[in-house]
């Protein structure tokens, strides 16, 4: 059946790096946009970020741009996430989860698919 | 950005209560808004895409209305395992999400 799982979350230090990974099964991985969306402890939905089908075009949130970087691999159906310099702050359940429009040449900005989620966190 | 603001943020309500939370955007800037639904500990489940379109295998009593910058998810006869909270997305923006409580 169609499923995401992710896996990487655990403990870090801030100022340090950890790289999550979603693998997808069930559906043509290649045909998705693809996001993380992270949920801080008893907080709401912040979307992370998106990557296009091919890895062309690629949105972060302002929150984390410039120290997390999405990436993907078809060929592995594969999703990456790699955080650098972490905070506090980034401390949350983080989700891969599909876009809803297939073959699609713009997010459609809502995910009918989401893994079960893996923690971050962040501490000293 | 886009800002959403999601109301009420708490909801007390009864089983058979037709139930009504609102999201409002910061400007009209797409129609495509998704609603979701999510359960303590664990993933969001998607109910409504582009403001009214009904998710395949979610119950017909969730409908979603709405355009430019004001959406509505209603449900008709709230449900035992209707007690969640509900979140709206435009975009890139979440609302701040609404516990839907029993009364």
Redesign the interface.
């Known amino acids: 059946q169609v499923q995401l799982v992710e896996s990487g979350g655990g403990l870090v230090k801030p100022g340090g790096s950890l790289r999550l990974s979603c693998a997808a099964s069930g559906f043509t991985f290649s045909d998705y946009y693809m996001s993380w969306i992270r949920q801080a402890p008893g907080k709401?939905?912040?979307?992370v970020s998106y990557i296009s089908s091919s890895s062309s075009y690629t949105?972060y949130?302002?929150s984390v741009k410039g120290r997390f970087t999405i990436s993907r691999d078809n060929a592995k159906n594969s999703l990456y996430l790699q955080m650098n310099s972490l905070r506090a702050e980034d401390t949350a359940v983080y989700?891969c989860a599909r876009d809803?429009g297939i073959a699609a040449h713009r997010p459609?900005?809502?995910?009918?698919v989401?893994?079960?989620?893996t923690t971050v966190t962040v501490s000293s | 950005?886009i800002q959403m603001t999601q109301s009420p943020s708490t909801l007390s309500a009864s089983v058979g209560d037709r139930v009504t939370i609102t999201c409002r955007a910061s400007q009209s800037i797409?129609s495509?808004l998704?609603w979701?639904q999510?359960k303590p500990g664990?993933?969001?489940?998607?109910l409504i895409?582009?403001a009214s379109s009904l998710?395949s295998g979610v119950p017909s009593r969730f409908s979603g209305s709405g355009s430019g910058t004001e959406f509505t998810l209603t449900i008709s006869s709230l449900q035992p395992d209707d007690f969640a909270t509900y979140?709206c997305?435009?975009?890139?923006?979440?609302?701040?999400?609404t516990k839907v409580e029993i009364k």
């Open positions: 709401g939905l912040e979307w949105n949130a302002d989700y809803g459609y900005y809502y995910m009918d989401w893994g079960k989620g | 950005d797409s495509w998704a979701y999510q664990k993933a969001p489940k998607l895409y582009k998710e979140y997305q435009l975009l890139e923006a979440f609302g701040q999400g």
